[in-house]
């Protein structure tokens, strides 16, 4: 048996299902009963396209990064103009465009990981992404993914069909695997047309139930369980609270709608959001550009979540996470090509804030990864780990993250002790 | 007869279906016994977009052999209904000069628009804005002959007209093949003006040829120039001007002076895709210092009078890195535009190139895991013919494997394969594809908008999620009930007789329990049957 043949067996047998603790009708009997617990989330932000963590977390203190960058660095900060960085210790600055994080960062809500990524070498988006979401980077054997493996090695007996949602057409390669999770473009898309009591409905279900030993059983069931299950919770009815205002477009949408699934208290333990556009190899910008453009819609998407959520942000972390960085040096077409290490963010209510972690390498030339890169200190292993067990408990990231043994000693340091 | 209408529809259904497909339960008895019909119903979802009402009975005729060959020399095929369908759309024919000088914003328009921008300043009220928007879209459009947005909308109508009703079918499904490999995006800069061209002359008219003139077609096209962004690139020691002033023209930023001592430099963006996703794979055996090898031979290889709106490959020495490059371990002798030549014909003949080309090519068409000895002999065809595409691929559909039981509904069909054999199947008319494209998307699949070069993926994984399923079925109920804007179906989906429809849409043959369904629901309501038919997990496979 070829492993994906195995997998989908697995997945359609219904062992999954009883295996992750998701008995459907009694399920189905605890959204009936008044929805589920009120649990803890890790929402995973992944900036699919390479990032520039340099530009983004800016190093101004370095003569390196403005000399490498002639026509893109971003200008150190100026007594809080916009057309400068934003000063976050004395080192580095926020890209202006970002200004909506600084409130959080001031009070202790946003830590900023510098240096980070996957250790692998590979300057393939493809391999870099892949590396990223299967959580063994240099592996690409791996069948699941590093946030669907959590699901597997912690078994929640009350879980729900949105234990593991991703606000994406398709299911990412971080939530692929035998524990169920539910991929959906918008709530509103998530909907049977005429509704889940109606006979074609019931047909589906049936034709699909029976549908034994082929993948399209199993995706089938969970469809079909999810489908009932949010019909009772209806988050859409939840607005954005506390004056928050989201930006228009695709990912703005996403977040506003990772907000609504954890206040309907559908048990989102993860959740998964992506946005696109940050491979900028040509006219990359700098104050204004291209690059900037991207940071400003992700800040203020971040910062109305943060609003959003209120009081219920104790309960929620969210990490950013890019495949890799881009070189230090600009290229000849005012952009970056692909480099190794990034930059991350994380945002809650238990983040330890206000600090810029990780060891910072330095540009200087000697400290450069390949004599191009920024180099890298911290595996993004260690920071989601961390996030993974002090924040949902995890206690086996041995299996989460097989070949990575991750003491505790290795956490970045992102969540309060 | 009569109708079969209740407790006789069930009886109906249940005597006359053929047995349950590979799907189901139940091992496919598919190829092995039935051989005709069912290897008749593999052939056209594999080497087509699913069977059309009457095509099992032409494969028939025609024996499934000589049909085969038949599509693999398309040019022989008459395609006269489909051509009466894309002469109603008007940009799908144009160059691409003719698209920028008749569907791009033009230079003046983007002027007016920020000087208007500027003018109005920060206190302007929203309809003051309004106003300046509707005087500045009469301009436009004054001047323009359409939008670019029109542009997008045919080139995706084009591409459903063609996989719904062309004859040349296996030919559409390797236009659609290459063109995901070796993908552009409609949505970064000028690239939806150049696609119109470079799928008409770069892709399709080397789909079955040489896959080495396929690669330098490719090389030299201004859409793949763009995408990649080699026509940026260029000696990072060369003194030549900045083309930054190019790139904020496009952008419609006003021209700034470059700062002193500023050069324009490599950018590997090209160098790195070509050898990971159109040649070698990304296991092929290639390291960093190859990339860099490469992106610094392709030096020059750019696009001339894009500004002008008359974009075409030129070779600019200006721009060329010389010296000599080590590429694979081989040395390329300093020699201008042949350096790209040189790594063109290398990497087309490379052994790795061949193996993950077949390995492609049969995952599309055999199984997402493809048989290893199926890919070991066409990677073989790929070598001993140079790189003949329309052998390997004969390789491919010709063997064994093809046609072997769990070879038959092995597939999980992509959004398009859906969309396209639904329409197929039901004899649907498709008068306007705008909604249909548009639910494409919704699906994870937009025509022409995969950012990544990677193209879109082939494989079951990909495809198979709670979203993807529930976008099906409410596309299926959708088409059933004539909910979509733009596609009809024939009134005799509503009201015909469920075997007949069964037999219509799944000739492939139904699993016990969807038999079962159907029986039930075509007691209770007829006109259900069709959209359950077209959602049911049968129809998802191909």
Redesign the interface.
Known sequence: M?P?TRR?FLRSSGLSLVAFGLAPRALLRAAEQGGARRGKTLVVVFQ??ACDGLNTVVPYGEEAYRRLR??IAVPAPRGGSKEAALDLDGHFGLHPALEPLLPLWRERSLAVVHAVGSPD???????AQDFMESGTPGRKSTEDGWMNRHLQEHAAPAATPFRAVAL????PRAL?GRAPA????SIG??????GPAT??AR??E????????????G??Q??FE??AFLKKADPARYRPAHGAAYPRGRYGDALRQVAQLIKADVGVELAFTET??WDH???EGGVQGQLAARLRELGQALAAFHRDLGPRMADVVVVTLTEFGRTVRE?????T??GHASVSFALGGDVAGGKVLGRWPGLSAGALY?GRDLALTTDFRELVGEVLARHLGARDLGRVFPGFPLAAGRFPGVMRA | MTRPTGASALLAIACLLPPPGA???LPSPGVQTAGGDALAVHVLNRLAYGPRPGDLEELRRVGVDRWIERQLRPEGIEDRALETRLAALRTVGLSSAELLEGYEVPREVKREAQEKRAALGDDATEAQREQAKRELRARARALMDGSPREVVEELQAAKLLRAVYGERQLDEVMADFWLNHFNVYAGKGPVKFLLAEYERDVIRRHAWGRFEDLLRATAQSPAMLFYL?NW???D?EGGAP???GR??SL?GRPPAPA?A?????????YA?EIM??HTLG?DGGYT?KD?TEVARAFTGWTIAGLRQQKPAFRFEPRLHAGGDKVVLGQRIRSGGKGEGEQVLHMLATHPSTARFISYKLARRFVA??PPAALVDRAARVFRETDGRIRDVVRAIVTSPEFRAPDAVQAK?KTPLEFVASALRASGAELQDARALSRRLG???MGLYMQ????GYKDT????????????R??LA??LAAG?VPGVRLPSTLATGAPETLAARLVPGGL????R???A??AA??PA?VA??LL???EF??R
């Not at chain 1, 539910?182 to 473009?185: G, K, L, P, Q, S």
């Not at chain 1, 290229?331 to 952009?335: L, V």
């Open positions: 070829t994906h989908f699919r396209g002639p026509t070498g590979t300057r393939s988006h493809f391999d994406t057409p398709t299911l692929a539910v991929a959906m473009a898309q998530f909907e049977l047309r005429g006979a074609q047909g589906f049936q034709m699909y139930d029976q549908a034994v030993r082929d993948v399209l059983h995706t089938g969970e469809t999810a489908l696109g556009g190899h040509a006219a290229n000849g077409n005012r952009g090509d692909h390949e | 799907s189901s339960a962004d940026l690139s260029a990072p900045t083309v930054a790139v904020r952008f700062p001592g500023r050069r324009r430099g490599l950018n590997e963006n790195r990971e996703l990304v960093q990339v997402d895991e999980v919704e699906m994870g950012q990544p070069p990677t079951a994984e990909a495809w198979v999620s709670t979203s993807g399923l529930l976008a079925l409410n109920l959708d909910r699993g016990q329990s969807t079962q369904t159907l039930r629901e209770a309501e259900r959209g359950l959602g049911s997990p998802q496979r």
